[in-house]
């Protein structure tokens, strides 16, 4: 019998439009200022994301949905820094336009309900909550300021 799995979910609301949103959730050069130094991706379907949004975690994921402005789906590889698993591990970032901006919804899942990933879980959920504050700053701010 397979044990359940628990999943974490995330909102934000970013004053900034979704192509903003979009280009700090997807390329590199705006990647690593937000999420983790060094964090990594190839912004397409059947691309390449990979970073740690905790700084312990190393996480590598395929993205397996990747619509611009409006969703990226993130499957997760096998890493050396979290428990076994036989069920994949998935975060979804679902991008809605709310004038005046932009609603970002992350929804993890997949994590076994077991004593080995109680904390993991946790270092998960923290850490996405955290990246995704960082996120709505480096937008607002940062990117936004260079638009002007």
Known sequence: ????????????????????VWSALTEAEHLGRWCSPGAQIRGQKGGLFRASVDRVIELEAHIDIFEPSRRLRLIYLPSKSLPPTDDPLVDDFILDAKEPGTILRLLGSGIPATEEWNKPYLRLRLGWQQAMTRLKVFAEKQLRSKAS
């Open 1 to 20: 019998m397979r044990d359940r799995a628990r999943g974490y979910a995330h909102r934000v609301d970013i004053a900034a439009d979704t192509a903003e």
